[in-house]
């Protein structure tokens, strides 16, 4: 039982890893707790954070850190733009 395992690569023991998001709630100040998403650690609240404490009733109208959080981009419709070169004149 042991010796059995859910993977069949380490990149894919890797991706499954990743999408685990493991959240801690402060109950006392929500806006204090924690979680093991990318966006927690660049701007130390994500939507996870959010909607956790929205679901527990500790909060009853949304903060303006929820308007600022992106919840995915939608890439636009066309060709990018060129890119102007930097330091020209």
């Not at 010796?3 to 990743?18: A, I, K, L, P």
């Not at 609240?45 to 009733?57: L, P, Q, S, T, Y």
């Not at 992106?70 to 419709?77: E, H, R, Y």
Request: hydrophobic residues 40%.
């Amino acid at each position: 039982m042991l010796n059995q395992c859910e993977w069949n690569s380490f990149q894919h023991f890797v991706d499954t890893f990743q999408e685990l998001r493991i959240i801690r709630l402060n109950e006392d100040n929500w806006r204090l707790s924690t979680c093991t998403c990318p966006s927690w650690f660049k701007h130390y609240m994500c939507k996870h954070i959010i909607g956790i404490a929205f679901r527990d009733r500790l909060f009853t109208e949304f903060p303006k850190e929820a308007w600022t959080i992106g919840l995915g981009q939608v890439a636009s419709v066309g060709r990018p733009r060129n890119m102007s070169k930097a330091l020209q004149k």
